[in-house]
């Protein structure tokens, strides 16, 4: 059983940057690939970006690459995605998730706990 929560969620103006985390219980945290999705009112739940168990390996949806670095510390059990270049079409309410699986993991099927989300609000 894995539990997170997301912090770090905040209104920001366009260009600016923010980092959020998510922290986990369980003493397996390590042994999960890692991703961050998003969902906007009136949208469906998006991937953004995933990073493998070891944090060698990492994964972004189109829309942010280039903007946005996920990132881990295992020893810290946390999980962080770095959002720079913010623009206001990122914002969201931002989910973690878990998943027991390898790849890509970019479909929200893959995942098997999430977080309570985090809101992000980009003004223009």
């Known amino acids: 059983q894995v539990q997170l929560v997301e912090s770090g969620g905040a209104l920001v103006q366009a260009g600016g940057s923010l980092r959020l985390s998510c922290a986990a219980s369980?003493?397996?945290?390590?042994?999960?690939?890692m991703g961050w999705f998003r969902q906007a009112p009136g949208k469906e739940r998006e991937f953004v970006a995933a990073i493998s168990w070891r944090g060698d390996n990492t994964y972004y949806a189109d829309s942010v690459k280039g903007r946005f670095t996920i990132s881990r510390d295992n020893a810290k059990n946390t999980v962080y995605l770095q959002m720079n270049s913010l623009k206001p079409e990122d914002t969201a309410v931002y989910y973690c998730?878990?998943?027991?699986?390898?790849?890509?993991?970019?479909?929200?099927?893959?995942?098997?706990?999430w977080g309570q989300g985090t809101q992000v609000t980009v003004s223009s």
């Open positions: 369980g003493r397996t945290f390590s042994s999960y690939g």
């Open positions: 998730a878990a998943s027991g699986r390898s790849g890509q993991l970019q479909w929200a099927s893959e995942y098997y706990y």
